[in-house]
């Protein structure tokens, strides 16, 4: 089996929410065994899961045009994984939540993915869209964006931007199943 974290923030419940929907994707797959873990929750058994990891999703809200001050923490504490080169040639992958149409979400993205290159990992990209127009709202490439409006998370973001986390869900699940069976440990 493939193995997939999603590891998030979320103060308000929007990027909890797209999380959820991100894991409906993943789940989909045959042969992937996903879970999501809040960087809150994150103790000793929880690195040890995303050490195991096969793909590491990452969310965080978009605040002040970066990831939340929380997310960043959680990066700077896998500094050790940096130094031992643990998660080299994982998977990896991002979303994120902003209120706003625009709201800088790609930049939050764009910090992902670097966090992602630092630590050696192989990044997927949205693949989403062009094809797809119901799916392609916010039109983004390096990851999944979603936009949540000034309501609670059961209202928005709306469902176009849950139906694209769970097609980006699947797309980084069967990512996973491809990369695990390609490395040989899987056979
Ligand atoms: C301190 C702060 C900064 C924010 N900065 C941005 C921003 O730069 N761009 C944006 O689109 N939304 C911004 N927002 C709105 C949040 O991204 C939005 O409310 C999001 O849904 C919060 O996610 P959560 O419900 O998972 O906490 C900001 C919100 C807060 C509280």
Not at 34 to 58: K, Y
Not at 115 to 123: D, R, V
Not at 141 to 156: F, K, V, W, Y
Request: glycine share 12%; proline share 3%.
């Amino acid at each position: 089996m493939a193995r997939v974290v999603v590891v998030y923030f979320s103060s308000m419940g929007h990027t909890e929410a797209v999380a959820e929907s991100v894991l409906r994707g993943l789940r989909r797959v045959d042969g992937v065994e996903a879970e999501a873990i809040r960087v809150q929750d994150i103790d000793e058994a929880a690195w040890s899961r995303l050490d195991d990891a096969d793909a590491i999703v990452f969310g965080s809200p978009t605040y002040m045009g970066s990831v939340a001050a929380e997310f960043k923490a959680f990066m700077d504490k896998s500094g050790t994984r940096w130094y031992e080169r643990a998660w080299m040639d994982k998977l990896a992958a991002g979303f994120t939540v902003g209120g706003g149409l625009s709201g800088d979400k790609q930049s939050t993205l764009i910090v992902m993915q670097t966090y992602a290159s630092q630590h050696g990992m192989i990044w997927v990209s949205m693949g989403i869209g062009v094809r797809e127009p119901e799916l392609d709202r916010l039109s983004s490439s390096i990851g999944l964006m979603c936009q949540a409006g000034n309501a609670p998370a059961d209202e928005t973001p709306p469902r176009e931007d849950h139906a694209t986390a769970e097609a980006f869900g699947g797309r980084v699940g069967a990512a996973a199943v491809r990369w695990l069976r390609g490395s040989g440990s899987d056979s």
